[in-house]
């Protein structure tokens, strides 16, 4: 009865966030766009530029950016690929709060003016454009890949393959979602105040190969982070969670990182068993 109970009211509330999206997009055929605009190359100081962009019930706020680039002025500098929320190319900050433009429709905005600005914590190329380059930086630095020396290709005519149970596979399969949009890194209070430190997504990720037991390399991995600009840099501020647009929670992944390194938390990884299959002669 409980169960039936809770489906019909998320059904109620479903029902009523598409009857507010439409009601919303049926008043606004119109929206206002406000689009930050600078280029360190040219010393100019930024400003805000203004345009008018018609929208229907499904346009995104990237569908809107893009129409004022090719319609209005394709001076308009922005970063976008997949569309889909799968590459995380198109991370900006969107009326204050860090977003995918892809995955936000302009129907869930209450508001007319949609300001648009590039991410925070990020060097700005042009626009809404911003360097990488320290973010993805941080993330090799947390040496992202699998240790285990039975992982190596030595024979070229076989093939080794880990067994893992469902259970073993739930333990990182949250943190695996991430997509390096970004958003975190931009939210996080820690990473505008100290450059060194890795940002939630480089530790969210060390926790996503730590407690992967295919992975060997435990007592290293724990040593990457415990310095005086990792992990416990980290004030658990917890909005690295909230922007978040795949659901990855790098907050709780910090955490159980850190009671392993206090030996909160027992390690009772077993690291998964591998075995050789022959592929024959090719």
Request: aromatic share 8%.
């Amino acid at each position: 009865m409980i169960a039936l109970v809770n489906i019909k009211n998320s059904r109620t509330n479903l029902e009523h966030d598409q009857k507010k999206e439409s009601e919303i997009a049926s008043n606004r055929k119109v929206i206002h766009l406000r689009v930050y605009r600078k280029n360190p190359k040219q010393g100019k100081s930024s400003h805000f530029d203004k345009f008018e962009v018609p929208v229907q019930r499904w346009t995104t706020v990237l569908d809107a950016l893009l129409h004022a680039k090719g319609y209005l002025d394709n001076s308009i500098a922005i970063r976008y690929s997949c569309r889909m929320a799968s590459c995380g190319s198109c991370g900006m900050k969107i009326n204050g709060i860090p977003r995918l433009a892809c995955y936000t429709k302009v129907s869930e905005i209450d508001e007319n003016i949609i300001t648009c600005e590039p991410l925070p914590n990020f060097p700005i190329i042009r626009d809404l454009v911003t360097d990488f380059s320290d973010f993805f930086e941080h993330h090799r630095a947390m040496e992202p890949f699998i240790h285990n020396p039975n992982a190596d290709i030595v024979d070229k005519n076989s093939l080794t393959e880990f067994i893992q149970s469902p259970k073993d596979v739930e333990r990182y399969l949250q943190s695996s979602y991430c997509i390096k949009c970004g958003l975190c890194y931009s939210a996080c209070p820690s990473v505008g105040t100290d450059t060194k430190f890795p940002g939630p997504q480089a530790l969210a990720q060390a926790y996503r190969y730590f407690a992967d037991n295919r992975d060997d390399a435990t007592q290293s991995r724990l040593d990457i982070v415990d310095t005086k600009h990792g992990i416990w840099r980290c004030h658990f501020a917890g909005s690295c969670s909230v922007v978040c647009p795949k659901g990855v929670d790098p907050a709780l992944g910090i955490q159980l990182l850190r009671g392993h390194l206090v030996s909160f938390s027992k390690n009772d990884k077993k690291l998964a068993e591998s075995r050789t299959r022959s592929l024959g002669k090719i």
